[in-house]
């Protein structure tokens, strides 16, 4: 589980021992190395990314989660705990919820999280081309998808759905993507619940 972040560099490379770690405890997913932190495979088995591509929820609504990048070894392990235990909440857990942090990360902004570029996830905004932002069968985000696009899309499907985004505030603000998120939400007109924390960890059954 956490072991993992103190484990030597090669355990940390090592796919099995990775996926042994994120078994027990899903946020220890960060401190995984040489891409591992995205492999499709530890993300499912680290319960951040649902295997269930095609399960029925209980509410037809749609959430889009805004929460700050969780799976790279210098951030906070709260977006991935928050995320875990929306999957375990008795009311939360019966709506299909999209995390950002188990997709894509590519992007048209050379920055990555800069709000004064213009990319907004449109069409007309982003540069990078539409056959490489949506996939040319199912017409969803993909791998190449540029993050902003892929979020746009998650977000106007919620709204189409009478769904929310729910958008986690840790105890140091919004992150730079958060902020993006937020005016991309607010183009949409799409219901936002805003949690905040002074907590630097989740604090459960408190």
Wanted: aromatic share 12%; hydrophobic share 30%; glycine share 6%.
């Amino acid at each position: 589980g956490f072991a993992l972040g103190f484990a030597s560099d090669n355990m940390q490379n090592d796919k099995e021992v990775v996926m042994a770690a994120v078994r027990k405890y899903g946020a220890s997913l960060k401190y995984a190395k040489g891409n591992l932190n995205q492999d499709a495979d530890c993300l499912k088995a680290s319960g951040l990314w649902d295997d269930e591509e095609q399960k029925v929820y209980s509410k037809s609504e749609k959430a889009v989660l805004s929460v700050k990048f969780s799976l790279a070894e210098t951030s906070t392990k709260y977006a991935s705990d928050f995320a875990l235990a929306i999957k375990k909440d008795p009311f939360l857990q019966n709506f299909k919820t999209y995390n950002p942090n188990a997709w894509c990360k590519e992007s048209c902004d050379p920055d990555f999280t800069n709000f004064a570029h213009p990319c907004r996830g449109t069409p007309s905004t982003c540069t990078i081309p539409e056959s490489e932002n949506y996939d040319p069968h199912t017409k969803r985000p993909c791998s190449t998808s540029c993050w902003r696009s892929a979020f746009r899309y998650h977000l106007e499907e919620s709204k189409a759905t009478g769904g929310f985004m729910i958008q986690v505030e840790e105890e140091n603000g919004l992150g730079d993507g958060q902020k993006i998120e937020t005016d991309m939400a607010k183009q949409v007109d799409l219901k936002v619940f805003r949690t905040y924390t002074n907590y630097a960890l989740l604090q459960l059954n408190c």
